[in-house]
């Protein structure tokens, strides 16, 4: 059976990468990426994030408002967000989140965890997952998860870089812990130890996309992905001095899309000593099951009429069942 991967964090509206976004979307789609969970972060991408997502049945769209973001809300922002989130019943919440690192650091850290927690219990009682992001300040994120919880619909700790111990601590609390490119900024023992803390029914994959190229294992990616990639400006290069058609230094060598999650597969698998299609498969099936919440796309059941036309029917999701199974998930276009 074909390798299906769920990229469960990336920004397609980022400037840099958005007028690429059908091409990338495309090579990823060719490469096995099936879905992509684009993560808007503040309030002037969530248009870009619902674009995106009504012209591409494979992207699932997020609306939050990231940390480094929070000093530049509007008075309005809030009710914003409640708007975009209520007009789109197939959009989770984020990129929400804290950061005590050198850029959140400069952002008030109170005005930081007001954002957080508002946004945190929107999506607790909006009933879809949270996507959170996290620099030095996990035990700040945990006490304020353990007070807003329970988290039946869970949330995902995205390029998670926190210790193996606070593992199961989150994990107590219903999240999914979300692995990028910059787990190959660890020292290998230490992710190992981390990545092997991971309950198996937690481990999801993502790109971070334009964030977090990976620094090693592109070489070993399919030759469409890296064609690909060199035609839409792109190089899978892994920081290497790589030089465009034109023999000039490309722009966009540093910044990563959706397809160089087979590199992140072949690194996580690899520090947890399994094949990368059993790791495919996990992380698939955990995947679609955080983001089966009622309205999500992946319960839109395509069909071909008498004619030979697509058309698609969402199915209504009565209950949230944590085990629950997708009957028919429309096929890569
Ligand atoms: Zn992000």
Not at 32 to 46: L, R, T
Not at 258 to 283: F, K, R
Request: charged residues 20%.
């Amino acid at each position: 059976m074909a390798l299906k991967i769920f990229d469960c964090h990336c920004h397609l509206q980022d400037p840099r990468i958005l007028s690429m976004a059908p091409q990338l979307i495309e090579s990823a789609l060719r490469s096995g990426v099936v879905h992509f969970a684009v993560n808007g972060i503040h309030e002037k991408d969530w248009h870009l994030v619902k674009q995106l997502a009504d012209s591409h049945p494979s992207t699932i769209p997020n609306f939050g408002l990231h940390p480094w973001f929070v000093a530049d809300r509007s008075p309005i922002w809030f009710e914003t967000l409640k708007q975009y989130l209520n007009a789109v019943p197939c959009a989770a919440v984020g990129e929400i989140g804290l950061d005590k690192g050198s850029h959140g650091r400069e952002i008030p850290f109170n005005h930081q965890v007001e954002v957080f927690q508002k946004q945190l219990e929107l999506a607790k009682e909006l009933r879809r997952p949270a996507t959170i992001h996290c620099v030095r300040a996990f035990q700040d994120a945990l006490e304020i998860i353990k007070c807003a919880g329970p988290f039946p619909h869970g949330f995902i700790l995205h390029s998670y870089l926190g210790s193996a111990e606070m593992v199961s601590q989150f994990a107590e609390h219903g999240a999914y812990f979300s692995f990028s490119g910059f787990t190959m900024a660890l020292k290998q023992q230490t992710a190992k130890k981390m990545l092997k803390a991971v309950p198996l029914d937690r481990i999801l994959l993502e790109t971070d996309a334009p964030e977090a190229l990976p620094k090693v294992g592109l070489d070993s990616l399919p030759s469409t992905i890296s064609e690909c990639s060199h035609s839409t400006g792109l190089l899978a290069t892994g920081g290497s001095s790589s030089t465009n058609s034109q023999g000039s230094e490309s722009l966009y060598e540093s910044l990563n899309h959706p397809a160089n999650i087979h590199a992140v597969l072949h690194y996580v698998a690899s520090l947890l000593e399994m094949p990368a299609e059993e790791l495919a498969e996990i992380s698939y099936a955990n995947s679609v099951r955080v983001f089966s919440f009622e309205g999500s796309k992946l319960f839109t059941v395509l069909h071909i009429d008498d004619s030979g036309s697509l058309y698609s029917e969402r199915i209504r999701v009565k209950t949230f069942c944590r085990s629950v199974e997708i009957i028919f998930v429309y096929s890569c276009f």
